[in-house]
């Protein structure tokens, strides 16, 4: 079981880079009381040290690393835990940028629901959903990974002057996006936000009386509790393994199937070493025992973090000899060329015209 009685779900915050996800994120974790306005207004202050305004004041609520602060982008997952009246939430913030997507889809494969910010900014949308865009690819990347249940929240209302014309534009372009990577629009919630201002996060909008649907808080309930394989073998898939002086072995993953109780025993893959299951945490709080869908950190008793097994030695032996000879081959009609360019003394500027493709090969 989660840390919390309630049912637990695990849910991912996507979208294009600069669509306001973490700002969001972190403006309804503040109204939900987790964060304290002394953080904010500390997390405002650093960002106005880095020459940025206060305006990352509560994107840095879940942007800790010190390069997401100084590039002023999300980069790695970042895990926050809340509550609403129905469920407990394990919260993964994910990278907007396509250099990090491999990022994003490990938050992904571990997600049961999730959210795709948009944004109501003139032209932001657009490059989000045009090839190459990260709110594309994110959503073919959900729909790819077996997230079926979505909400979309179109942001930056605060721009528009909260327009309900500018939210049905980009409405319009979310529910296109959403049906071309296999969604059932019936099945989509589209509301719309201010991550900046906090309209219709948590509280409804002042700004947005047309507005008469949830807020995104109440939309989180609507979401269906997977069925979970507790009844099959323990199956952990390994996110990242810590060495915790004082402690040990502690790899962290989410339990796909099966339950994980200390004392257990376990089987580490490939390399096939056993251990013992000690003590079992979810944001740093002690469990009982894990099952399917909870985020873990366990210790393992038994078990170092153990050098590649002989199959990885021998893969890494086999890929450098590849590249060798892919060098050598390269290589040999190179040495070829500058033979023949030495011999009929030829500049290199006329290399092209004085030799074909053919012969340079040869």
């Not at 589209?190 to 047309?210: A, C, F, R, T």
């Not at 502690?250 to 580490?268: L, N, S, Y």
């Not at 070829?336 to 030799?355: E, T």
């Amino acid at each position: 079981m989660s840390a919390s009685k309630k049912p637990h779900l695990n849910m991912i915050v996507t979208g294009h880079i600069d669509n306001g996800k973490s700002t969001s994120m972190g403006h309804m974790l503040m109204d939900l009381g987790l964060i304290d306005e002394r953080t904010i207004a500390a997390h405002a202050a650093e960002s106005e040290k880095h020459g940025k305004g206060d305006t990352f004041k509560y994107a840095w609520v879940l942007d800790n690393i010190k390069d997401e602060r100084e590039r002023g982008i999300t980069i790695d997952l970042a895990f926050q835990k809340f509550e609403t009246p129905k469920y407990f939430f394990t919260l993964i913030d994910a990278p907007g940028h396509r250099d990090f997507i491999k990022n994003m889809i490990t938050g992904a494969s571990e997600a049961d629901c999730a959210i795709l910010v948009l944004s109501a900014k003139e032209g932001e949308t657009d490059t989000a959903v045009a090839p190459g865009g990260q709110a594309r690819e994110h959503a073919f990347l959900l729909r790819t990974l077996g997230v079926s249940q979505l909400i979309v929240a179109i942001n930056k209302m605060d721009d528009s002057n909260y327009s309900e014309q500018a939210f049905k534009v980009a409405k319009e372009k979310a529910e296109k996006l959403i049906k071309s990577v296999g969604y059932k629009l019936e099945n989509v919630p589209i509301l719309p936000i201010s991550g900046w201002k906090g309209d219709n996060l948590v509280k409804k909008s002042e700004n947005m009386k047309w507005w008469t649907g949830k807020t995104l808080l109440e939309t989180f309930d609507d979401f269906k509790l997977p069925e979970k394989p507790v009844g099959k073998p323990l199956r952990i898939p390994i996110q990242d393994v810590y060495t915790i002086t004082g402690v040990g072995t502690v790899p962290v993953g989410r339990v796909e199937t099966g339950v994980a109780k200390p004392g257990m025993k376990v089987v580490v893959m490939p390399s096939g070493a056993t251990g013992e299951i000690k003590t079992i945490e979810t944001h740093h709080t002690q469990m009982e025992s894990a099952e399917a869908g909870d985020n873990i950190g366990f210790n393992l008793r038994g078990i170092e973090n153990p050098p590649p097994p002989p199959i990885q030695r021998q893969l890494h032996l086999d890929i450098r000899r590849s590249c060798m000879h892919i060098q050598l081959k390269l290589q040999q009609p190179l040495l070829h060329l500058k033979q023949k360019l030495i011999r009929k003394q030829v500049q290199p500027k006329k290399m092209i015209q004085s030799f074909s493709k053919q012969e340079i090969l040869q």
